[in-house]
């Protein structure tokens, strides 16, 4: 089990994690009842937060983050040394969380995407985990919530009883999302991604030689070019060039960011 301290990755802090310490920490603070901001980051997250400094704020004042992406992971062992053998990816670690809360008893609440890929989500997990207690779904209502309704969700939330809350809004609302109730939810709160449409099977993913390659951007790209191809052209080449740079001791970068003036309220 890996849990160690955060490093500086472009001036995201990115905790050094397993899947073991990920699951670990995660069930520890659901049994507490403690809250815990979490986020699983690929190249897309680290680089909103390297591009905007409220959200650098926002994801460096997460409790955990993950490094979702093969190429962050190689980020922590190439600057650091970090003992990473796998990324910490947010739809596995979904699976994971899914099976241990059944083992434990211990309830989950999922929040974001569409009513048919939650409903899609339901069948499946019922399938895999007949046993884990399902103590809510909400779909995402697509917008900013007002003030009432912010409350009103962490309400929902807090009232199903759940112990973990799964967060699938697409980066980088969930991240928004989770920074903003991080005192509102008296639970672990992942912000997860992708995890709900591929866990629903309306989204295929890639064949696992191609994760390890850390190629997967390259597929989802192909899969949904019209809604991905600005985000993968534009930003992997920058993360690359400032990583490079780095990694050669030619530049460092702050973690600290701007503390954000107001809030987004996405739901």
């Known amino acids: 089990m890996i849990h160690g301290e955060k490093k500086n990755v472009i001036g995201i802090k990115v905790d050094v994690i397993d899947y073991e310490g990920a699951v670990e920490y995660v069930i520890k603070a659901a049994k507490e009842r403690r809250s815990a901001s979490i986020s699983a980051l690929a190249v897309h997250g680290v680089m909103t937060g390297a591009l905007d400094r409220e959200h650098k704020h926002r994801l460096n004042n997460l409790d955990v983050v993950l490094p979702d992406g093969q190429p962050v992971r190689w980020a922590l062992n190439l600057l650091y040394r970090a ?4 990324r910490c990816y947010g739809p596995s670690l979904t699976l994971k969380l899914c099976d241990r809360a059944q ?12 009513p048919s890929i939650l409903a899609g989500m339901r069948q499946n997990l019922a399938k895999k985990y007949p046993d884990l207690k399902i103590a809510g ?17 962490a309400q ?45 099977g309306e989204v295929r993913q890639a064949p696992m030689w191609i994760q390890n390659m850390g190629m997967e951007w390259f597929f989802r790209m192909c899969m949904e070019p019209r809604r991905l191809w600005r985000r993968y052209v534009y ?25 954000p003036s107001s809030e987004l309220l996405y739901g």
């Open 83 to 86: 003992p990473l053998t796998d």
């Open 103 to 114: 083992r434990e008893g211990l309830s989950v609440f999922f929040y974001g995407a569409t």
């Open 137 to 153: 779904m909400e779909p995402s209502k697509f917008r900013r919530l007002t003030s009432a309704e912010k409350l009103q969700v």
């Open 156 to 200: 929902q939330i807090k009232d199903s009883g759940a112990s973990i809350a799964f967060i699938g809004l697409g980066c980088p609302r969930q991240e928004v999302f989770v920074y903003e109730f991080r005192d509102l939810l008296p639970m672990p709160a992942l912000a997860v991604g992708a995890a709900f449409p591929f866990i629903a």
């Open 235 to 259: 930003l992997n080449p920058a993360y690359v060039t400032l990583l490079t740079l780095q990694l050669l001791g030619l530049r460092s970068y702050e973690t600290e960011g701007i503390l």
